[in-house]
């Protein structure tokens, strides 16, 4: 018998969008699957669920132990997950069971799915989970096999020329330049940690073997202050709500940098990398204007710099 697991429409409609080989990675799904349900002996218990690149679905092991399969078309920007995985061991992060390297696919321990990080209501309660776990992973020295922030740096620079003349507004544009040299300065000294690269509140689900453990990285090797942006813009909304974005912006800053120990000035310049990178995948989309959060984030950063 040939076992086939089951593709949700919304997830083959929306991934299918990226183009022919999103779309011939959809079509062997359901046989990859069940492939590894066969060879990893592995029941489905639940229905799949998908964010915007992933399928993952709840299993039970042989021995009845709670797991998801994650399955993933094989990308650069997911190509040092089990490295990453394998470095950090588990703490403060989902802990990595067993995978397929050549399918994309990892086994990993099952957290509550329901719950993540966005759900504590005091911001600063949350910010300071999110920040002991930052530091815990990038505490690790990044292994071989990731990406470095060296080569992701040096190419956003050889891409903003070309970009700047897409953004309408002169302010914007002049944000970007700004954005650009910080980064410029910083890069003779890129970094050896270990990023988790996208670790904000929903990336944070809570478990029982920890309270809180993080969820899909995206692995790069680099300076720990090019992981704070996703942090910092976690629930915009309540930045705005607080209605001192500047205030708020700054605090959510401290917390972060005080608690990995880092320079604020190094922090700060790696974090307008982030929003650098942002504006470049933006304009590369056919965007011509920063996003507000964006704009507003960098703006903030730049005049308390230091």
Partial sequence: ???????????????????AEARAWLAGLPRLGGDLLDRWRLRPDGPAAHGMASLVLPVLRE???????RLQQPREETAGVVAGLRAWRGEGVVRLLDHDEEGGAQ??????????????????????????????????????????????????????????????????RRLVRACASAVAE??????????????????????????????????????????????????????EATGDVTRAVLRRFDLLTEALGLDRGRAAGW???RVLQNALW?????????????????????????
């Fill in 271 to 273: 974090t307008l990398g």
């Fill in 186 to 239: 910083l890069l003779d000294d890129p970094g050896d940690r270990l990023l988790h690269w996208d670790l904000h509140y929903d990336n944070v689900l809570a478990g029982q073997r920890e309270p809180w453990l993080a969820i899909d990285p995206e692995p790069l090797a680099g300076d720990p202050g090019f992981d704070l942006w996703p942090a910092l813009d976690s629930r915009w909304d309540r930045v």
């Fill in 63 to 69: 021995d009845g132990t709670p797991a998801v399969l």
């Fill in 107 to 172: 086994l990993l321990e099952r957290l509550d799915a329901t719950r993540t990080l966005a759900s504590v209501a005091d911001d600063d309660a949350a910010m300071r989970i999110l920040a002991g776990i930052m530091a815990r992973l990038t505490s690790v020295p990044a292994p071989g096999g990731v990406r470095r922030l060296a080569d992701v740096a040096a190419a956003m620079l050889d891409q903003v020329p070309a970009a700047l003349p897409a953004l309408r507004d002169p302010g914007e």
């Fill in 1 to 19: 018998m040939i076992t086939h697991i089951d593709v949700p429409d919304a997830f083959a409609a929306s991934y299918g969008a990226n183009g």
């Fill in 282 to 306: 933006d304009v590369e989309d056919g965007g011509t204007a920063l996003e507000p959060a964006q704009a507003a984030l960098a703006t903030v950063l730049l005049r308390h710099r230091g």
